[in-house]
């Protein structure tokens, strides 16, 4: 089959296309025939070795972890899907592959009229934006700010955080503006004085940060909260020096809340917003897209 894959740590340059073996799934397994990857930037951060101490990565390796699929294969003991379901989740294998292994308790049904794309771009968003707001205690009434919230994690926080009742103030680039506002958000543009904008739409203060940026937005969090509670970043690498929390734990990997949120995106509940797509071969040029953030929404390979 074909995949991309990469031999050494570095830039996008290492990743190249490669036919390797197709994977044989294992108990609780499923092979999945992919149709859509959701580009991640922690993809780029284990490409470039930075991962290395959280997620040791046996090379050569094949990037991604999340999927839309038809299942190709059932491993022993699954009993729950067959093949030819229509799922999207989480992979065991790298999924920039014609075909991935994933486990069958993290995969969710593709509701139908749900594009392969959209359904791609929702398992790790959705995922991180509920842990973060999970631990941030986000509850109804409370002022909530969100650095990058057009991206592809920002776009689906702000979503949520709207739906448990927060006021959501976002921050993103001039041309995000009126996207932000679309989703429910009060949007503000990131840079200088950021503080004193903030309070001005805040003066009562924020009662929580999620940091899904990570471009130095952290010490303007803690004065705006006047403490490092209630502040979790995805992106800054500096968060431990400065004693906030780095959402770095496992995943939880909900196949009931997964269906749930893909039904929204089905139903047009849910926003799920693509910055690009570019077929599998230009993994590379994906990946440099995602490196250099700014993006708006999800960026997607497809396959087949």
Do not use: C
């Not at 631990?135 to 702000?158: C, F, K, M, N, R």
């Not at 303007?220 to 979790?232: E, N």
């Not at 250099?292 to 087949?304: D, M």
Request: proline share 5%; aromatic share 4%.
């Amino acid at each position: 089959m074909k995949a991309i894959v990469f031999d050494a740590f570095g830039g996008t340059e290492v990743l190249h296309e490669a036919e390797i073996a197709i994977p044989q799934p294992g108990p609780g397994q499923v092979r999945v025939r992919v149709q859509a990857v959701g580009v991640n930037p922690v993809d780029g951060k284990i490409r470039s070795g930075v991962m290395e101490a959280i997620f040791p990565t046996t090379l050569p390796a094949v990037p991604g972890g999340e999927l839309a699929g038809v299942v190709d294969a059932v491993g022993e003991g699954v009993d729950d899907l067959k093949v030819g379901d229509e799922v999207l989740g989480w992979s065991d294998t790298g999924s920039y592959a014609q075909y991935a292994l994933a486990p069958a308790a993290v995969l969710a049904p593709k509701p139908v009229g749900l594009e392969w794309t959209n359904a791609a771009a929702l398992p790790v968003a959705s995922d991180g934006a509920e842990r973060v707001l999970d631990l941030l205690d986000v509850t109804s009434g409370e002022a909530l700010l969100i650095h990058g919230a057009s991206g592809a994690l920002g776009t689906i926080a702000v979503q949520l955080a709207v739906a448990r009742g927060a006021r959501v103030i976002g921050t993103a680039g001039p041309a995000n503006q009126e996207y932000l506002t679309s989703l429910g958000a009060t949007a503000l543009v990131y840079g200088d004085d950021l503080v004193h904008r903030v309070r001005e739409l805040a003066p009562e203060g924020v009662d929580a940060v999620f940091d899904a940026a990570g471009k130095g937005a952290l010490e303007d969090s803690i004065i705006l909260r006047g403490t490092t509670d209630r502040i979790v970043t995805t992106a800054d690498f500096r968060a431990r020096e400065l004693g906030i929390i780095f959402a770095e734990g496992p995943q939880r990997r909900s196949a009931a809340r997964l269906a749930e949120l893909a039904q929204e995106v089905a139903d047009g509940k849910l926003v799920t917003t693509l910055s690009a797509t570019y077929p599998l071969a230009e993994a590379a040029k994906a990946q440099q897209a995602s490196d250099a953030g700014h993006s708006r929404g999800k960026i997607v390979l497809t396959v087949n």
